[in-house]
């Protein structure tokens, strides 16, 4: 059977433990405690597509980890984004350049990877400009996600204060961003996450604000992208909470499935993805037993989920039958400060 561990980032507040490392038990669905990881206020993280490193967020910059046998994470560099604390970031599918997404200060940051997987210098900052919708926070830029295209050829930075999404093409020699499109989200939607298909031909964008997930084809015409808007579906049920907002945007280890997580509703969602046309069916909307699911995520056999919930300090785990559209509480709760985001790896 393969053997995985599972990441998992939280913030520090009178604690210094940033990242857990979990073993995954996949028969029972939950997780065992193995290591823990000294870092300051973890708020996302990201491996490179070689899953040799583990790169997260932190007060100072970010920090990279070389991701031992077992599992565990050792320490290789660490350099400043010469900016406030980033929120989001990723890397290009070469694993030469890093991408970190400022929501406070509005700005992009790209680092360069050296071989080694160690950060370099950084190669480019593009601050976004620009007002808003005008209500509550959402008045300035906030960028809120940073994702490449499959094809490697355009950075997507999701901006939730400007209600679009900018498309940036990278220049691979340099490290330099030169904008070339805007994906345009409905006014006062708040664009949040981005996923892409496993085929890299459709892209989804959640909105926070609209509890929305946007599908869009994507392709090229030419040298210039295109993004066609082919479908837009509710996070929530017809019945929800009030003042519901929509958190996590995840797919499924097998590309078969999408969720995402709504705060005050405090519910999961779980759609099927049709793989030829790329559009969304729902399959259930479920509570997840806890406060704020920053994050949510199967487990890489869609047998189990687990819900990361801010709010009230746990992990809550449960048995999923999709065929039959059940979320059943497996096990108890985990108890963990403050978690922000989970990234499963697959052990060698």
Request: proline fraction near 2%; include cysteine.
């Amino acid at each position: 059977m393969e053997k995985y561990v599972a990441y998992v980032s939280c913030y520090t507040q009178g604690s210094k433990v940033g990242i857990r490392v979990y073993d995954v038990d996949m028969e029972k669905g939950i997780f065992h405690e193995k290591d823990q990881v000294t870092i300051s206020n973890s708020s996302y993280m990201t491996i490179s597509h070689d899953r040799r490193v583990l790169y997260s967020i932190t007060d100072s910059g970010v920090e990279a980890y070389r991701i031992k046998e077992d599992g565990t994470l050792e320490t290789i560099s660490e350099a400043s984004i010469n900016g406030m604390r980033g929120c989001y970031l990723s890397t290009d599918y070469r694993n030469r350049f890093l991408f970190v997404a400022g929501y406070h200060d509005g700005k992009i940051t790209v680092l360069s990877l050296k071989p080694d997987g160690t950060i370099g210098e950084i190669t480019d900052e593009v601050y976004h400009k620009g007002i808003g919708s005008v209500v509550d926070r959402n008045f300035r830029p906030h960028v809120n996600c940073v994702k490449m295209t499959r094809d490697n050829k355009y950075l997507l930075a999701a901006d939730l204060g400007l209600d679009h999404t900018k498309v940036y093409q990278l220049d691979h020699e340099h490290g330099k961003l030169k904008m070339v499109d805007i994906i345009h989200s409905e006014q006062y939607s708040g664009p949040r996450h981005i996923k892409i298909s496993k085929n890299g031909e459709f892209i989804y964008i959640i909105h926070e604000s609209s509890k929305t997930v946007d599908v869009y084809h994507y392709y090229e015409v030419g040298d210039n992208p295109e993004f066609e808007k082919i479908q837009s579906i509710s996070t929530l049920n017809d019945y929800h909470a009030g003042d519901s907002a929509a958190s996590a945007l995840n797919l499924s280890w097998d590309f078969r499935y999408l969720v995402c997580s709504n705060a005050g509703d405090n519910s999961v969602m779980i759609y099927s993805i049709d793989e030829k046309t790329g559009l969304l069916t729902k399959i259930l909307c479920l509570p997840i037993s806890g406060d704020y699911p920053k994050d949510a995520a199967l487990f890489p056999d869609n047998r189990h989920l687990v819900s990361l919930n801010h709010e009230n300090n746990t992990m809550t785990f449960f048995a999923v039958d999709i065929e039959k559209r059940t979320l059943v509480m497996n096990t108890k709760e985990i108890k963990i400060q403050q978690p922000n985001c989970i990234v499963f790896h697959r052990l060698v």
